[in-house]
């Protein structure tokens, strides 16, 4: 069993272009504000309407995926993602567009189906690699978006034919799914309440999951806390940037979304925990950078790629992790860690929006520093339990909590030497 490289570059396209429907809005805040005459932060809070509806489809629709056909599945909600797509750009106000953005990341949750099913497909020595392909997919629908949005209603005079295109590529990118996704039976019985019900359970059962759901949660607030209220500062003095000069901007955190790959490749040789608390210490410098950013480029720039970096690369490690679990409930796994992490993203924009309208750039770093520092201190607490822990490796798993007959694969955190040694005895 694998994934070939045309399903996986499938995966990470998809991934990409619909998890982007729901960032098209940031750099186009200030243009929205004006067209719709709204104030800042009521337009701040269309990205935050956004994540909360994402949240809200990971918890009552992604966890289908594990008892219904996927492709069924996967184009219903492409056809609604399509028709909430061109509700907003036909939105005459901002109680409209709010509506259609909401329902958009609703819908867009389809993006997180595939991360698990790729992670399905893999074998365990290889999934953290195919995990961070389709998330580098996903990451640069993300930040590619903010490009595209301001190129596009640069050039073609205004905010509403990026949802216009959005709802093109959208038909385009359904019909392609539905011929080229494979079938794959799914494993989970019973009601749609008991489904809903083994999601909270699974939260409650496994300590790797609870640790990085903490973990995810707080790396997409300290994003969220940078990349949200950043179109306003520089659509404003002493940048002054246009809608296209604003998108570009998002290009910084292209290289990032690239190199964070690896770090899947880190977790599969055993060294998750060590780097988490490194990943977390790179995104905390990039936030120190940030708080010179208000009139200079250069430091806003490199503290977005480094903040990015750190971010994505926490995440890809977790999602390394948590789908060592068990294989049969990947999916309810997606919905327990991301409506945590979309949790931790709407936390972050929307005090990321009050605090900038109120005390304007400054506040910003520095309650992104606040994200980074729980995290750190949360990782912290993690490796002194560790090294306290019994030095066996299921003597470990067992002095953590963890669960052995719901992991398919190896334990977190030890080196591939450790772990050669320990299947030997």
Request: avoid cysteine.
């Given at each position: ?127 953290g690699r195919v995990v ?123 290289p990032a979304a690239l ?81 945590a992490f979309f949790v ?82």
């Amino acid at each position: 069993m694998g994934v070939s490289r045309g399903l996986l570059f499938l995966l990470a396209l998809a991934s990409g272009l619909t998890v982007a429907n729901t960032y098209y809005a940031q750099p186009l805040l200030d243009s929205i504000a004006r067209g719709l005459h709204a104030g800042t932060a009521e337009t701040g809070l269309l990205v935050t309407l956004g994540q909360l509806g994402y949240a809200a489809g990971l918890l009552l629709l992604v966890p289908l995926a594990d008892r219904l056909d996927r492709r069924r599945l996967v184009t219903l909600l492409m056809l609604s993602t399509v028709l909430a797509l061109v509700g907003a750009a036909a939105g005459v106000n901002i109680g409209m567009l709010a509506v259609a953005i909401t329902v958009v990341g609703v819908t867009s949750v389809v993006a997180q189906i595939f991360v698990p099913f790729a992670a399905t497909l893999a074998p365990p020595g290889d999934r953290g690699r195919v995990v961070g392909a389709v998330m580098t997919g996903l990451m640069l629908g993300v930040l590619l978006a903010r490009t595209l949005a301001g190129l596009v209603a640069d050039a073609a005079g205004g905010w509403r034919s990026v949802f216009w295109l959005s709802a093109v590529l959208a038909v385009g990118l359904t019909i392609l799914l539905h011929r080229k996704l494979p079938d794959r039976p799914s494993a989970a019985r019973g009601s749609y309440a008991s489904l809903l019900r083994s999601v909270g359970a699974l939260m409650l059962r496994e300590p790797v999951l609870q640790r990085r759901s903490a973990y995810g949660a707080l790396s997409f607030g300290l994003v969220s806390v940078f990349w949200t209220p950043v179109a306003f500062l520089l659509a404003r003095p002493p940048y002054g940037f246009g809608e296209a000069a604003i998108g570009l901007f998002g290009l910084v955190g292209v290289p990032a979304a690239l190199l964070a790959p690896r770090a899947g490749r880190l977790a599969d040789k055993g060294y998750s925990g060590t780097l988490t608390g490194a990943y977390f210490a790179v995104a905390l410098a990039g936030l120190a950078l940030a708080l010179v950013g208000s009139d200079h480029l250069a430091a806003l720039a490199g503290g977005a790629f480094l903040i990015t970096f750190g971010a994505q690369a926490v995440h890809v490690t977790n999602q390394s992790e948590i789908y060592r679990l068990d294989a049969a409930a990947h999916n309810r796994i997606t919905t327990g860690y991301m409506t945590a992490f979309f949790v931790g993203g709407m936390a972050g924009s929307a005090s990321a929006t009050a605090l900038y309208a109120t005390y304007g750039w400054p506040a910003v770093p520095v309650l992104g520093a606040a994200f980074a520092a729980a995290a750190l201190l949360l990782w912290l607490a993690e490796s002194l339990t560790r090294r306290g822990s019994p030095s066996n490796p299921m003597e470990r798993e067992e002095a953590t909590g963890g669960s052995h007959h719901a992991r398919d694969d190896r334990p977190e955190g030890l080196p591939d030497r450790v772990r050669h040694l320990a299947a030997r005895r």
